[in-house]
T-cell receptor
Framework: GESVGLHLPTLSVQEGDNSIINCAYS??????FIWYKQESGKGPQFIID?????DKRQGQRVTVLLNKTVKHLSLQIAATQPGDSAVYFC??????????????FGAGTRLAVHP | DAGVTQSPTHLIKTRGQHVTLRCSPI?????VSWYQQVLGQGPQFIFQ???????GRGNFPDRFSARQFPNYSSELNVNALLLGDSALYLC???????????FGPGTRLTVL
């Protein structure tokens, strides 16, 4: 069945280091992926997205890499800051007949940034 | 502009009761989606509504229902509550069914 999962449930990094969060997906037909950040008591917040016709996309301090061969996504955060501490989810957008779509989320990785 | 708003923030119910959760989308957004997020897991899709019609439904029992009003706000109803319904219920709005979804802060439901 469809699933989007993560390799690591928690990740601890030192402030200033780079962070890499990984994600595997199973639906090879998926064409759009999103990374979300969720802070305590808040809803998921969009970070960056990537379409399946791309291998890499860069934002401000964040980069998403997509490897379609092994169905793997990663989120790289440069110079990690305490404010980056949160749970990070990858999500896969799946389209259905009738024009609707849903997001399939992974379980999440908690990023803890230590000073 | 205000983002997606949800009410109430927190709610405590007992088994067998019913609950109504409310969502107001971002102004101009016509689509609302509902997700259930159990503690320690990612959100799970429940419904998507567009222009007051249900456009998609996830793998949830018939105890879960929703509707969307002419002003595009939405309600999620859950009947005959079970302990396992305890979760954070998230509402997301988008311009249309295929556009980026913006999430609200969620309603934390606890079923005792």
């Amino acid at each position: 069945g469809e699933s989007v999962g993560l390799h690591l449930p928690t990740l601890s990094v030192q402030e200033g280091d780079n962070s890499i969060i990984n994600c595997a997906y199973s639906n090879s037909a998926s064409d759009y992926f999103i990374w979300y950040k969720q802070e305590s008591g808040k809803g998921p917040q969009f970070i960056i997205d990537i379409r399946s016709n791309m291998d890499k996309r860069q934002g401000q301090r964040v980069t998403v890499l997509l490897n379609k061969t092994v169905k793997h996504l990663s989120l790289q955060i440069a110079a990690t800051q305490p404010g980056d501490s949160a749970v990070y989810f990858c999500a896969e957008k799946t389209h259905f007949s009738g024009g609707y779509n849903k997001l399939i989320f992974g379980a999440g990785t908690r990023l803890a940034v230590h000073p | 502009d205000a983002g997606v708003t949800q009410s109430p923030t927190h709610l405590i119910k007992t088994r067998g009761q019913h609950v109504t959760l409310r969502c107001s989308p971002i102004s101009g957004h016509k689509s609302v989606s509902w997700y259930q997020q159990v503690l320690g897991q990612g959100p799970q899709f429940i419904f998507q509504y567009y222009e007051k019609e249900e456009r998609g439904r996830g793998n949830f029992p018939d105890r879960f229902s929703a509707r969307q009003f002419p002003n595009y706000s939405s309600e999620l109803n859950v009947n005959a509550l079970l302990l396992g319904d305890s979760a954070l219920y998230l509402c997301a709005s988008s311009l249309g069914v295929g556009n980026e979804q913006f999430f609200g802060p969620g309603t934390r439901l606890t079923v005792l």
